[in-house]
């Protein structure tokens, strides 16, 4: 789950780690009155979205006035804000982040990530602030300092003092980015995050470390144990039919092609993806209806399946282990009554009930194309998505 | 021979109880599994389905002298139960359990260091040996004994290779699932070295996806150690970037990590891949023939 900058830096002053004064707004009269209260002569006007790269597509303003706050609140809320993150729709500006201005000294990046070939998180820092770090990472591997953190010791001064003498930093400002280092990395294992991204992390003319912006995400699996970051998801941000589908314990993200994907299994489910591509087709989706599917989610995937109007065929392919082949076609057959499926189904079915689960397709009168294996099945499919109502 | 498990394999589950937990204890008693025990703290003592139970996994190994578990508990708790079964000193772990915090399998990564237990999972289907012993949620029947290795991060997309090789009547020696999550107790290099050194093992399939370096790590290894012919297929290659598709491993977070590098590295290393997953039966046939 991601959550907004607002919310991040929220969190980060709990653990004590140094970022800017500000104040979230949501019109522009908000804007000023924010800036009123913070005071100084400069202050910067950021988009609240879910996706980075906000400053290049004109998000995020510098402004010397409190008159230049207002007007670029005004410009920047309700702007539909395009990155190289968001797509060509861009997504729509509705918070801003109104921030004091800092006199920056350096620009760094700091981050946490899993290394999952060692299945340790490892804490990262570049003297190449503001910079994409994957870019960083593909071209200048050496900038990039890691320190790998044993869960037993969890961050130690040590880790700190690597990291810092790294970014060659000395004195009280060595200290004050240890202490930024060891409260990331609290927060970081203590809330469950998934990415904690720091860039640019800055030193100031004044000496001192801190975030000036900041990107959290959290485990979707730890949520259970983190009411306090499950109440920070921002419903608007989110894909409705993934949400949706979420509820269901179904796994649905939404592509560009035109044949609807039902499938057990996450692997299974990208393999079909990739079959039909192979056989010259365009999956509408990804979905995995999980092993603990039951007739009612069947219905609920098919319903969202069909809310996409570029479906022209669906693929159901099950290979039943936990699930069993005779509750998917119960659940295809009431689908297909209920919901008038009117775009050509193929099924395939195999494993656990198999003969049941035909039985009950075969004798539900039904218009369902049967498919004998994997590839049968995808071509079957690709020709009824091109020869498609 | 085959790997992990076999005849005298004794296992215990752990969750026995619960639905999924009974569910499927009974179908690998039935495929021909040693359940020797099962464990729910508080049910100590009892008999469910014919079967003892223990409040702790420490007592189960104690009364039962059990070297495997099977763990189906919720993921909250799943990691718990991995490191109490390590306690224990339990040879060998299977957790099927999916959705467990990436922050406990860090945990858990440090507890296996140093101690005697293999973990295999969590958040995959478990492990069969055809004919001998089966524990974990595939359907068994889909298999026969043979000389073919199958591993794989996916549970279904197993089956689905498995059942091309048993159509072809192509058995297996051992399929094992080493999951789909980020952090796993057991890589794809640990099995390809078990099957290497399995003398009834002819030919391994080797199942990847996108996401992690597992796939090209074990392709190098392959390379340097491996005079078994290996068959791959990685799963994704037409999954958008950064979208985290079903696995919380399966996500494309750098260049080299999407199915077109996997599979560049693999046919480097003398990996006979299959682009479509419908051809992984007729490649093993293929390399078996030579």
Known sequence: MNVHEYQAKDLMRKYDIAVLQGGVADTPAQAVEVAKKLGGSVWVVKAQIHAGGRGKG????????????????????????????TGPEGKKVLKILVEQGCAIDHEYYAGIVLDRSVGKFCMMVSTEGGMEIETVAHENPEK??????????????????????????????????????EGLYRL???????????????????????????????????????????????????????????????????????????????????????????HGGSPANFLDVGGGATKETVQKAFTIILQDKNVKAIL???FGGIMKCDIIANGVVDAAKELGINVPLVVRLEGTNVALGKKILAESGLKITAADDLADAAAKAVAAAKGGK | MA??????????????????????????????????????????????????????????????????????????FAADSIIECIDAGMPLIICITEGIPVGDMVKVKAALQGSKSRLIGPNCPGVITPGECK????????????????????????????????????GQTTCVGIGG??????????????????????????IG??????????????????????????????????????????????????????????????VTIARSPAELGAKIAEVLKK
């Not at chain 1, 992390?201 to 306090?228: C, E, I, W, Y």
């Not at chain 2, 999550?181 to 080797?206: C, R, S, W, Y």
């Not at chain 2, 074990?218 to 005079?227: S, V």
């Open chain 1, 58 to 85: 004109g998000g995020v303003k510098l402004a010397r006035s409190i008159e230049e706050v207002e007007k670029y609140a005004k410009e920047i809320l309700g702007m539909q804000l395009i990155t190289h993150q």
């Open chain 1, 144 to 181: 990039i300092i890691k320190a790998y953190i044993d869960p037993a010791t969890g961050f130690t001064p040590a880790h700190g003092r690597k990291l810092g003498f790294a970014l060659g930093l000395k004195g009280e400002t060595l200290k004050k980015a240890n202490k930024f280092f």
């Open chain 1, 188 to 278: 970081y294992v203590e809330k469950d995050c998934s990415i904690a991204e720091i860039n640019p992390l800055v030193t100031t003319k004044d000496g001192d470390v801190l975030a000036l912006d900041a990107k959290l995400n959290f485990d979707d699996n730890a949520l259970f144990r983190h009411p306090d970051i499950e109440a920070l998801r921002d419903i608007t941000e989110e894909s409705e039919q993934e949400l949706e589908a979420g509820k269901y314990g179904l796994s649905y993200i939404s592509l560009d092609g035109n044949i609807g994907c039902l499938v057990n299994g996450a692997g299974l489910a990208m393999g079909t993806l990739d079959i039909l591509k192979l």
């Open chain 1, 316 to 318: 159901v392919n099950i």
């Open chain 2, 3 to 76: 790997i992990l498990i076999n005849r005298d394999t004794r296992l215990i589950t752990v969750g026995l109880t619960g639905k999924q937990g009974t569910f499927h204890t009974l179908q690998s008693r039935d495929y021909g599994t040693n359940v020797v025990g099962g464990v729910t703290p508080g049910k100590g003592g009892t008999i469910h389905e014919g079967i003892p139970v223990f409040n702790t996994v420490f007592e189960a190994m104690n009364e039962t002298r059990a070297n495997a578990a099977m763990i189906f508990v919720p993921p909250p």
């Open chain 2, 135 to 170: 524990i974990g949620i595939m359907p068994g029947h889909i298999h026969m004994p043979g000389n073919v290795g199958v591993i794989s991060r996916s549970g279904t997309l197993t089956y689905e290779a498995v059942y091309q090789l048993t159509q072809r009547n192509i």
């Open chain 2, 181 to 206: 999550d980020p952090v796993n107790g057991t890589n794809f290099i640990d099995i390809l070295e078990m099957f290497q050194k399995d003398p009834e093992t002819k030919a391994v399939i080797m």
């Open chain 2, 209 to 270: 996806e996108i996401g992690g370096t597992a796939e090209t790590d074990a392709a190098r290894w392959i390379k340097a150690n491996m005079t078994k012919p290996v068959v791959s297929f990685i799963a994704g290659a037409a999954a958008p970037k950064g979208k985290r598709m079903g696995h919380a491993g399966a996500i494309i977070s750098g260049e080299d990590d999407s199915a077109e590098a996997k599979f560049k590295i693999l046919q480097e290393c003398g």
